[in-house]
C-alpha cells in the first residue's frame, strides 16, 4: 500500500485546507484509513480516521470544524479542516491500517511521507 499526501500549506489562522491522500496497492486490506498530525517538537497524534464500514472518528481538538471523506473512484481521502488554528500547524500523515469493528492497528500500517500545515496568526 502506498499512500501520498497533497494539500499542505500556509494559511492565516480562521482558513481551510483540504488535504489529499492518494492510495495505491491493495488497499482494501485495510479497515482504517486515516490522518494523524506531528507538531514541532511532539509526538504524532491522531486527528481522524474512517473505517471500511464508513464510520468516522475524530480527535476532540478538531470535532465540529473537520470532515474526513472519501472517494473511492479515485482511490482518495480527504481532510476538510475550517476555523484553522496556530495548533493545527504541522506535517500531516495519512495512514492506513488493519483492524476490525472499528479499532485500527495503526502500528501496523502504511504511511505516507506527510504533507506539511502551517496556520499563522
Known amino acids: 500500500v502506498r499512500l501520498v499526501e497533497s494539500g499542505g500549506g500556509s494559511v492565516q489562522a480562521g482558513g481551510s485546507l483540504r488535504l489529499s491522500c492518494v492510495a495505491s496497492?491493495?488497499?482494501?486490506?485495510?479497515?482504517?484509513i486515516g490522518w494523524f498530525r506531528q507538531g514541532a517538537g511532539a509526538q504524532r497524534v491522531w486527528i481522524s480516521f474512517?473505517?471500511?464500514?464508513?464510520?468516522?472518528a475524530y480527535a476532540e481538538s478538531v470535532r465540529g470544524r473537520t470532515t474526513i471523506s472519501q472517494d473511492n473512484t479515485k482511490n482518495t481521502l480527504y481532510l476538510q479542516i475550517d476555523s484553522l488554528q496556530s495548533e493545527d500547524s504541522g506535517i500531516y500523515y495519512c495512514?492506513?491500517?488493519?483492524?476490525?469493528?472499528?479499532?485500527?492497528?495503526w502500528g501496523s500500517g502504511n504511511w505516507g511521507q506527510g504533507t506539511q500545515v502551517t496556520v499563522s496568526s
Open positions: 495512514a492506513a491500517a488493519p483492524g476490525t469493528n472499528g479499532a485500527c492497528t
Open positions: 496497492g491493495y488497499i482494501s486490506s485495510r479497515h482504517c
Open positions: 474512517i473505517t471500511t464500514a464508513n464510520h468516522t
